[in-house]
DNA sequence: AGTATTTGATTGGTTACATCA
DNA sequence: GATGATGTAACCAATCAAATA
């Protein structure tokens, strides 16, 4: 007898749900864990009785849900409905300058003119009474060059303008949620339109697509840490009970001087259906045994 | 006020792709 | 046309540090 763990199922890749590009839209970011832990046992974890704490494991091939967001839907519903139609998913969005005044960016006052990119926007003053890093500098993180970034970038501080992190607003961030749901990277063209809806530079949005991303994977990564662990828990148990089984059914051979002289092939399990077979002992070891497999099964197997 | 957490931003590395000699 | 060097852009991991709880 032996264990049989199974961790993931072949046919079905062990990716978070939402990072499935294909995948519905769904009410929030969820993540899957299609682990299936599959004792080769007797009775498997889906009876339960073999996998103590399997019910709250879910040690079957159901997905673990877990709520990543936190935005709540109440948020979502005080989005305004131009903030909830994605720049690339609809073209009759509404006047991205009417977005810009309600969601006046706490980064920078932006100009009309002012978009495109990096580089090419976000030339204003920093104005704001939470202003970020400063415009003039030409901050051109979007089109880093072999050198990466550019002197100006780093040395901000020593232009007297000590740097000051801006938070986004919380319309800001939970736009940023709804388009990460749709898609998890952007494209530039992506970057930009966001860019100009939540009047942030292309810049901005990027990092927080990066951060969005790594945050998520390591979420995700603690999580399945987390159920490796229980796995783990639950398969060191199983494997004492066996052992202790073993033990038993060892000192019951050696109790039971009978059974000691059956051969040791009497007791055979069937590989397909996992039951015992037992074999007319009292003749085996006088008549060539059949063999006690294959047999059939109900199901023709 | 001190501490922990969250989160925007930076840095350095890797990879893919385009261009050019 | 094939190949290597170079530049660019995108991404990621690690980290910092400001803002917030």
Same mark, same amino acid.
């Given at each position: 007898?032996?264990?049989?763990?199974? #961790?993931?199922?072949?046919?079905?890749?062990?990716?978070?749900?939402?990072?499935?590009?294909?995948?519905?839209?769904?009410?929030?970011?969820?993540?899957?864990?299609?682990?299936?832990?599959?004792?080769?046992?007797?009775?498997?974890?889906?009876?339960?009785?073999?996998?103590?704490?399997?019910?709250? /494991?879910?040690?079957?091939? $159901?997905?673990?849900?877990?709520?990543?967001?936190?935005?709540?839907?109440? &948020?979502?519903?005080?989005?305004? !409905?131009?903030? %909830?139609?994605?720049? =690339?998913?609809?073209?009759?969005?509404?006047?991205?300058?009417? &977005?810009?005044?309600?969601?006046?960016?706490?980064?920078?006052?932006?100009?009309?003119?002012?978009? &495109?990119?990096?580089?090419?926007?976000?030339?204003?003053?920093?104005?704001?009474?939470?202003?970020?890093?400063?415009?003039?500098?030409?901050?051109?993180?979007?089109?880093?060059?072999?050198?990466?970034?550019?002197?100006?970038?780093?040395?901000?501080?020593?232009?007297?303008? $000590? %740097?000051?992190?801006?938070?986004?607003?919380?319309?800001?961030?939970?736009? #940023?949620?709804?388009?990460?749901?749709?898609?998890?990277?952007?494209?530039?063209? !992506?970057?930009?339109?966001?860019?100009? !809806?939540?009047?942030?530079?292309? %810049?901005? &949005?990027?990092? =927080?697509?990066?951060?969005?991303?790594?945050?998520?994977? /390591?979420?995700?990564?603690?999580?399945?840490?987390?159920?490796?662990? %229980?796995?783990?828990?639950?398969?060191?148990?199983?494997?004492?009970?066996?052992?202790?089984?073993?033990?038993? /059914?060892?000192?019951?051979?050696?109790?039971?001087?009978?059974?000691?002289?059956?051969?040791?092939?009497?007791?055979?399990?069937?590989?397909?259906?996992?039951?015992?077979?037992?074999?007319?002992?009292?003749?085996?070891?006088?008549?060539?045994?059949?063999?006690?497999?294959?047999?059939?099964?109900?199901?023709?197997?």
């Amino acid at each position: 007898m032996e264990l049989a763990l199974t #961790l993931g199922d072949a046919s079905r890749p062990f990716t978070a749900s939402f990072l499935d590009k294909d995948a519905p839209s769904r009410a929030n970011i969820g993540v899957e864990l299609p682990v299936g832990l599959g004792l080769g046992l007797a009775g498997d974890c889906r009876g339960g009785d073999v996998c103590p704490g399997a019910p709250p /494991l879910a040690l079957s091939s $159901a997905p673990l849900q877990l709520d990543l967001l936190s935005f709540s839907p109440a &948020v979502v519903s005080n989005t305004p !409905q131009q903030f %909830r139609s994605l720049p =690339w998913l609809t073209e009759t969005r509404s006047d991205p300058a009417s &977005v810009s005044a309600r969601f006046l960016d706490v980064n920078r006052l932006p100009s009309a003119a002012e978009e &495109v990119d990096d580089c090419g926007g976000a030339q204003s003053s920093p104005n704001s009474a939470v202003s970020s890093f400063p415009m003039e500098l030409g901050l051109c993180s979007g089109s880093r060059t072999s050198s990466k970034r550019s002197d100006a970038e780093a040395d901000d501080d020593e232009n007297g303008m $000590a %740097r000051k992190k801006l938070r986004l607003s919380k319309e800001q961030s939970a736009f #940023l949620e709804e388009s990460f749901k749709e898609h998890n990277t952007l494209n530039p063209k !992506q970057k930009l339109a966001l860019a100009k !809806q939540l009047n942030l530079r292309p %810049r901005q &949005v990027e990092v =927080w697509f990066q951060n969005r991303r790594a945050r998520t994977k /390591l979420k995700k990564t603690e999580i399945d840490c987390e159920y490796l662990k %229980r796995c783990c828990k639950t398969l060191t148990e199983e494997n004492r009970r066996l052992q202790k089984e073993l033990l038993e /059914l060892r000192s019951l051979k050696t109790s039971q001087p009978f059974y000691t002289q059956l051969p040791a092939t009497t007791l055979t399990m069937c590989p397909s259906c996992e039951r015992i077979a037992t074999c007319a002992a009292s003749t085996a070891a006088l008549k060539p045994r059949p063999l006690p497999f294959p047999h059939t099964h109900k199901d023709g197997s």
